[in-house]
């Protein structure tokens, strides 16, 4: 892919088609929601895998992210961050495949 295109939270809850399946930038606090155990009993469209999931926040927008699993939750959790990653849509909600995480500067 090329460079990520560099928006807020904010524009992509407002026009999610327009960034679907791209990859972003967006800059936020990310919060820890916990680990998702997955399995054929569960109808979201998300891997099978245990997975590690957080709410990124701006103002007045969030999104949830997945594919925290490399992170220690322990440096990250509640820090601004700067996360790029894909624009997903899930049943309705929008959501980032995390691709990576820093702090902000």
């Not at 990520?4 to 960034?19: F, G, S």
């Not at 099978?48 to 959790?77: H, M, P, R, T, W």
């Not at 700067?82 to 959501?95: L, P, R, S």
């Amino acid at each position: 892919m090329g460079s990520p295109i560099k928006t807020t939270l904010k524009e992509i809850v407002k026009n999610p088609d327009k960034y679907l399946g791209k990859e972003v930038e967006v800059e936020g606090t990310l919060t820890y929601a916990g680990k998702a155990p997955r399995g054929p009993v569960y109808t979201i469209n998300l891997p099978q895998e245990e997975y590690c999931v957080g709410i990124l926040k701006s103002e007045d927008a969030n999104i949830l992210c997945y594919g925290l699993e490399a992170l220690s939750f322990c440096d990250y959790d509640q820090q601004k961050v700067v996360i790029t990653g894909i624009v997903i849509k899930v049943h309705e909600t929008i959501a980032l495949r995390v691709l990576k995480v820093e702090f902000v500067r």
